[in-house]
């Protein structure tokens, strides 16, 4: 017993909290570095404004999925490490204005826990006296992408990569690429999962042959492929895919008895401002509320500037709108599908990117039937939506999935008009000038 070191459990709580802003906030410079591969100004230009404002690259605070090695000569004093987690994830999600993305009850009731509470907790005992914490900030959009298959032993090389890039392909744009694919071979089902998250954590470096293999197949939509492997079963071949969006959000720190946490986040690098390289110029100008006239000047594929009034709903608003009628009137409206995270003080609204479109489909053609005109989110859209825009005449807009800092500098006035209850998920009347959009489908 003379190595055991004592860590207070409220310095444990108190590093996830600073863990969880940082993560939010800035992008590690493997991440950003990988990024720049791509055609992305805007992306790139994202990361520099969360950096430079603190605030969250992506409205997307995510689930909160902690990491944790801890050294089997350390004594936690205090709070069982669950709930020291769990009160630090707490702590940085309010001090940090991150948005709280956690429903109970996932099947019937689905009420938001209101602290982003219970993190996803990974422990394992490695040897040492230090407790070596990552957090993870994983958005639904990429998460909900990701895949499980019991291959066959037989399957081998080849079968691993057919499902990666089937896995992919079917990700389409609602997992915000360029993504960053996280794969697990071996173990069990549940372990390949956990491999595939884990692999996530690594420098997208893409070194192994396997690993090279699949980023060939997938370098047009992927700036990294990580594998994790471990020993499995005979007759097995679990493989998992975790993809990630360009927002990989993670931070760690290795706590010891004399560890002094910073007093305000800082991040890693200077996240440069590459302002310059955004052109807006080929863009048409369109003022809110939408006319017919400017619906049949516009191709799929054109880049268009929105100014004038939106509304803000998703998931929980369309459903309500459905059951109970719709709070506001639908003719010629646009909806912007987003669910912001809380204001600072100085703000007008948290940062406000798009999510997932799809989840707004069985709404949508009765929507589109009583007037709406159009909606901006991310990612594609089911037939019975295309038919139902191409029959009443509307438009589907698609904004940079996760570029949120970005387009909350558009929005220049915010004010919820209908169910404050549902918090992120309310109903908010903006105003937006030189809204950035590209047109999806007409
Ligand atoms: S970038 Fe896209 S997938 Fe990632 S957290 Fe944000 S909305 Fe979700």
């Known amino acids: 017993m003379n190595n055991v070191t004592t860590i207070k459990s409220s310095l444990i709580a108190d590093a996830i909290s600073y863990l ?41 605070t995510g689930i909160t999925v902690v990491f944790v090695d801890i050294g089997q000569d350390v004594h936690i004093e205090g709070d069982e490490l669950e709930l020291a987690i769990n009160k630090g994830v707490e702590k940085g999600y309010e001090q940090g204005y991150l948005r709280k993305s956690i429903v109970d009850d996932p099947v019937y009731a689905r009420k938001n826990t209101e602290t982003n509470t219970p993190a996803v907790i990974h422990t394992r005992i490695v040897p040492g006296n ?95 492929v990580s594998i994790e492997t471990q020993a499995c079963h005979i007759a097995g071949l679990p493989v998992a895919i975790n993809l990630n969006c360009h927002a990989t959000r993670h931070a760690e720190m290795v706590l010891t008895e004399n ?35 400017d619906i049949e000047g516009l191709k799929a594929g054109d880049g268009v500037l929105l100014s004038g009034e939106v509304c803000t709903a998703r998931d929980a608003a369309h459903k309500k709108f459905i059951e109970q009628g719709i709070p506001f009137d639908i003719k010629g409206q646009v909806i912007y599908y987003t669910g912001p995270c809380p204001a600072m003080e100085d703000e007008i609204i948290g940062p406000a990117g798009p999510t997932t479109s799809s989840r707004m489909d069985s709404y949508t053609p009765q929507l589109l039937e009583l007037g709406l005109k159009g909606m901006i989110g991310k990612g594609i859209r089911n037939q019975e939506v295309l038919n139902s825009i191409k029959q009443n005449k509307a438009v589907y807009f698609t904004a940079i999935g996760g570029a949120a800092c970005l387009l909350t500098q558009k929005i220049k006035s915010a004010k919820i008009i209908a169910y404050h209850e549902l918090g992120t998920e309310a109903v908010f009347k903006l105003q937006v000038e030189d809204f950035p959009v590209i047109v999806n489908f007409i």
């Open 20 to 60: 969880c802003q940082k993560a939010a906030c800035f992008l590690r410079e493997e991440i950003y570095n990988a990024l720049q591969r791509f055609n992305c100004e805007e992306i790139l230009l994202n990361a520099h404004l969360a950096y430079k404002t603190k605030r969250p690259i992506c409205q997307d």
């Open 130 to 224: 230090t407790i070596k914490i990552t957090v993870a900030l994983k958005g639904a959009g990429s998460e909900n992408m990701s895949a499980v298959k019991m291959l066959n032993p037989s399957d081998g090389v080849e079968g691993i990569i057919n499902f990666v890039v089937e896995t992919v392909e079917n990700s389409a744009s609602n997992s915000c690429p360029p993504v960053y694919i996280g794969i697990g071979v071996g173990g069990t089902m549940e372990q390949a999962a956990i491999l595939a998250k884990r692999a996530l954590l690594k420098t997208p470096l893409t070194e192994s042959e396997l690993e090279k293999q699949i980023y060939e197949k997938v370098k047009d939509i992927a700036f990294g």
């Open 259 to 293: 560890t002094v946490l910073p007093e305000e986040i800082k991040p890693d690098f200077d996240i440069p401002c590459n302002e310059h390289k955004i052109d807006y110029s080929s863009y048409k100008k369109i003022n809110l509320p939408l006319k017919d006239e």
